[in-house]
């Protein structure tokens, strides 16, 4: 498992689990898509900034902190 916010440009990755626990996070990632078992698309990760990714049909932009809390694994 690794955080989503070190996975490289079109990389498609299955949430795993949540580094941090609490509802909150649940909450707010649950609300844009993003749950355990949810495949998502890295569209840019330039190492700095927001990350863009590929939801189901829509993209979305998250923070690079909220990134490094949910833990992926690439898809071969």
């Known amino acids: 498992m690794i955080p989503l916010a070190l996975v490289?440009?079109?990389?498609?990755?299955?949430?795993?689990?949540?580094?941090?626990?609490?509802?909150?996070?649940y909450?707010?990632?649950?609300?844009?898509?993003?749950?355990?078992?949810k495949v998502i698309e890295v569209l840019s990760n330039q190492g700095q900034g927001p990350i863009l990714l590929k939801i189901d049909d829509s993209r979305i932009a998250i923070g690079r902190g909220m990134a490094m809390k949910i833990l992926v694994r690439r898809i071969q």
């Open 8 to 25: 490289d440009n079109g990389e498609k990755v299955e949430v795993v689990d949540f580094a941090r626990k609490g509802r909150s996070i």
């Open 27 to 37: 909450c707010r990632l649950r609300d844009i898509g993003i749950f355990v078992g």
